[in-house]
């Protein structure tokens, strides 16, 4: 069964970090592009960003770009999400995505396995 978990969410003041954990079973991460996306409170779910499965070439939203880092462990068969220098506007529900485009992309369309999402508050 194709399972993906995210952990790593939680309450963090403003300027501070948290480290977001996307593990796969059932199915092995490095041969999908994995996203990371966004809902916030009221608002409609949004890319956040996108690791390829081809070379690990990554992208990010204007809006988290150079904060943010994606990154993959394939012995541990998981996908990383560093966030730095957060703002209550990167409150929401984080959830990442595993899709097999032959370009990776930010649509949620081309992502078929999606996790149940991880809690990110940052609040002071």
């Known amino acids: 069964q194709f399972q993906l978990v995210e952990s790593g969410g939680g309450l963090v003041q403003p300027g501070g970090s948290l480290r977001l954990s996307c593990l796969a079973s059932?199915?092995?991460?490095?041969?999908?592009?994995i996203g990371w996306f966004r809902q916030a409170p009221g608002k409609g779910r949004e890319g956040v960003s996108f690791?390829?499965?081809?070379?690990?070439?990554?992208s990010y939203a204007d809006s988290v770009k150079g904060r943010f880092t994606i990154s993959r462990d394939n012995a541990k068969n998981a996908v990383f999400l560093q966030m730095n220098s957060l703002t209550p506007e990167d409150t929401g529900v984080y959830y990442c995505?595993?899709?097999?485009?032959?370009?990776?992309?930010?649509?949620?369309?081309?992502?078929?396995?999606w996790g149940q999402g991880t809690q990110v508050t940052v609040s002071s």
């Open positions: 995505a595993a899709g097999r485009a032959t370009i990776a992309t930010m649509k949620q369309v081309e992502y078929t396995y």
């Open positions: 059932g199915f092995t991460l490095e041969y999908y592009n």
């Open positions: 690791i390829s499965k081809s070379n690990s070439s990554t």
